[in-house]
Structures are given as structure tokens and as C-alpha cells.
């Protein structure tokens, strides 16, 4: 159906219905609305949700905050001592509001930029789902009272952490960083390496060279990654005027870096095996994921200068790879952990 019969369907009209209908998840009030990519004069006619439940979810960027929850409850579990539930509760309630306040801003400051690139074009702030003045300040609650629970509930020095975090990846990498430099992702993935460093503090008020063991294995894992991905989306980041490595170096020289990164995170890897009552079993399992990382970034590098539809299946055979890759070995750490108790 084009827009123009949907917009004489819904002349006039404004159609309430039930967001997921029996679950009950609030009620969303449906409207249609035009949006004009910057890269093309086609209008392209989508309804739009608002006020959902489910698009406030969405801000907070769930996904990410999953990860973030993850990792910091396995450096919660691998620091040293036994482990108490209720602070380990705590303390990922609080890591869950500093993610979700991560999303909630990052949407916020790039609603201009997401509006106009295939992979978040239906964000909800681009869609009008969410205002941009409602999600900043959920986004600056929930930086406030994450920073200010975890101090109080656990101790400062995961506390800090957790602001450090924050504003690495607000301030530092989405309003800075990002718009000025390929190097953004290479510095900004600090943040996404501190939450297992932020568990392992929680637990024992301390760091040790565990903890930072966990941090460099992320810090270098997250350029492929996300690379990889940058590869398949360079189009879209070319036209918002994003940096990124394949617009600014080439893909030659983005797929060099990405090889130099993989053989990197082989010693990183086995960085964990310095954790007391980490062994054989978390060794076995980054040996392994190390192979097929490996494997998987020389394919690309050898498709670097020909076409382009095997180096895009290439790349994302590699970012689909490495999403696993970091799954695996984070939970053989937490085996590691339930053998070791």
C-alpha cells in the first residue's frame, strides 16, 4: 500500500491501540508521519508509535545494557573473596541505569545523525516516538542516581568508575570523538571495557591485575568489532559525515587494522588465566575462539581490494563472529567461577 492511500486511510483520524496487545504494555497512539532521508528525495510514509513503553525500553538501548550487566557480574564473580548476592544485585541495578542513561543520552545528542542512517533510522527519537528534551532527562536521571546508588549502596571506587564510564562515552566519545575522528572507537571502547573492571571494585573496594586483565581484553576486541560493522555501513556513515575508519582510510587499510587488532587479542585472551581459579577449561575455549577469529579476519583481509558483496559477507561473518567471541569467553570465566566454588 503507498503512503498516499495510507494517508487518506488515516485523514483526520488518530488510532489508539494496545501496545502488544495482551501483555498490556501500555497504550500507543498511532500517527503517520513523512520522513526525508537526506540521501535521496524519496518520502518515505512509516507510522509512527508514541509514548510506548516498549520505545522508552528502546532509549535505554537494552541490548548494550545486557552486555554491560554481563560483564560486570563476571568481574563481580572472578574478584577475590566470596560472593555476597545482595551487593551483586545492587551493584548491576546500578550498572543497568548507567548503561540504559549511556543510550538514552547517545540517542539524544545523535537523533540527527540516526534519522538519516538505514540501521537507526526507526530509533525512537527519529521516528518522534520520544521527545528529545524527555530523553535527556531521563538520560541525565539516571546518570545521577546510578553514580550516586552505586556510591552509597557499595563503595566510591566503583562508583567513580561507573561516572568515569559515563562520561567517557558521553561527553568524550558521542559529542566529541565521534564526529571529529576514525580513532573514535578505538578511544570511546575504554567505556564499554570498565563495567567488568566497575564488578570487580564493587566486590573488593579494590583493583588488581585482574580486573585490568578483563579491561584490555574488551579495550582491544571492540576496533574489530566494530569495524567490521563499519565496513558493511560505510555509505550510511559517509552521508551523516562520521568518520569512521573504511570512509577515512579506506577498506585496505581498515582491514589491515583489523588483523593487527585480532592478533592483538590473542595474548589479551589469555590475560584472565593470571585470575586465581582461572584454568584449562576458560584456556581451551579462548584457544579455540582465538582460532576462528583469526580465521575469520585473514578472510577478510584477503577479500580487502575486491568485491564488494564477498567483503561485506566477509565483514559480517566476522561481526557476527565476534559478538560469540566475547559471549564465550566471558561465560567460560563464569564456569571458571561456578567449578572453582
Not at 7 to 13: E, H, L, T, Y
Not at 316 to 327: E, K
Request: hydrophobic share 55%.
Amino acid at each position: 500500500m503507498d503512503g498516499a492511500r495510507i494517508a487518506r486511510g488515516f485523514a483526520g483520524k488518530r488510532l489508539d491501540v494496545d501496545g502488544l496487545m495482551e501483555s498490556g504494555v501500555g497504550r500507543l497512539t498511532v500517527r503517520v508521519d513523512t520522513i526525508v532521508r537526506r540521501g535521496g528525495d524519496l518520502s518515505v510514509t512509516r507510522e509512527r508509535p508514541r509514548g510506548g513503553v516498549v520505545d522508552h525500553l528502546v532509549l535505554l538501548k537494552p541490548r548494550v545494557m545486557s552486555l554491560v550487566v554481563f560483564t560486570g557480574a563476571v568481574g563481580f564473580a572472578l574478584a577475590p573473596g566470596p560472593v555476597d548476592w545482595i551487593r551483586l544485585v545492587a551493584t548491576l541495578s546500578a550498572m543497568a541505569a548507567g548503561a540504559g542513561a549511556c543510550g538514552a543520552l547517545n540517542m539524544w545528542w545523535e537523533a540527527d545523525i540516526d534519522a538519516n542512517m538505514s540501521r537507526t533510522a526507526m530509533r525512537p527519537i527519529p521516528r518522534g516516538a520520544v521527545p528529545p528534551n524527555q530523553a535527556l532527562a531521563i538520560g541525565a536521571l539516571l546518570a545521577v542516581v546510578s553514580v550516586a546508588a552505586l556510591g552509597i549502596q557499595i563503595n566510591w571506587l566503583a562508583a567513580a568508575l561507573l561516572a568515569l564510564t559515563i562520561a567517557i562515552y558521553i561527553p568524550l566519545y558521542t559529542m566529541v570523538l565521534k564526529r571529529r575522528t576514525p580513532l573514535n572507537i578505538v578511544i570511546g571502547g575504554a567505556a564499554g571495557a570498565l563495567p567488568p573492571v566497575i564488578g570487580w571494585a564493587a566486590a573488593t573496594n579494590s583493583l588488581s591485575a585482574g580486573a585490568i586483565s578483563l579491561f584490555v581484553l574488551i579495550f582491544l576486541w571492540t576496533p574489530p568489532h566494530f569495524w567490521a560493522l563499519a565496513l558493511c555501513r560505510s555509505g550510511d556513515y559517509e552521508r551523516v559525515g562520521v568518520p569512521m575508519l573504511p570512509n577515512v582510510a579506506g577498506h585496505t587499510a581498515t582491514c589491515r587494522q583489523i588483523v593487527i587488532y585480532a592478533l592483538l587479542l590473542v595474548p589479551a585472551s589469555f590475560g584472565p588465566l593470571a585470575i586465581p581459579g582461572v584454568g584449562f577449561l576458560y584456556g581451551s575455549i579462548a584457544a579455540a575462539c582465538d582460532t576462528g577469529l583469526l580465521w575469520r579476519a585473514f578472510a577478510l583481509y584477503r577479500l580487502r581490494e575486491g568485491e564488494e558483496s564477498p567483503r561485506r559477507k566477509a565483514a559480517m561473518a566476522l561481526f557476527g563472529f565476534s559478538i560469540l567471541y566475547m559471549f564465550l569467553l566471558f561465560a567460560a570465566l563464569l564456569a571458571q567461577v561456578l567449578v572453582r566454588r
